[in-house]
Nanobody, 121 residues
């Protein structure tokens, strides 16, 4: 089993930056697709970025493209989300997630506990 633990959330001003970290244990990232999701009250969890552990290929939601960067450190089994130029609407609980390369897209079945990001004006 893979275990995921997020850290790095907090309170930040509009226009500021935060970096979220996801520590991965139990398996190596190379065999997984790693992703960041976020969720606000009353709404579904939404994938905002993912990275393929084997190839490094990255994909972003339109809402964060150009502002957020996902990266992975396969040697240390870490995944990061660098968030720049934060907006009020980025306020959410952010989750690290993983799925095996062999499972269907968006069938993420491993999740961290979440970390709150609050953007204030």
């Amino acid at each position: 089993q893979i275990q995921l633990v997020e850290s790095g959330g907090g309170l930040v001003q509009v226009g500021g930056s935060l970096r979220l970290s996801c520590r991965v244990s139990g398996r190596v990232i190379n065999n997984y697709v790693m992703a960041w999701f976020r969720q606000t009250p009353g709404k579904d969890r939404t994938r905002i970025a993912n990275v393929y552990g084997s190839s490094g290929s990255k994909h972003y939601a339109d809402s964060v493209r150009g502002r957020f960067t996902i990266s992975s450190d396969n040697a240390n089994n870490m995944v990061y989300l660098q968030m720049n130029n934060l907006k009020l609407e980025d306020t959410a609980v952010y989750y690290c997630a993983a799925r095996r390369l062999s499972t269907p897209a968006d069938s993420y079945n491993f999740w961290g506990q979440g970390t709150q990001v609050t953007v204030a004006s």
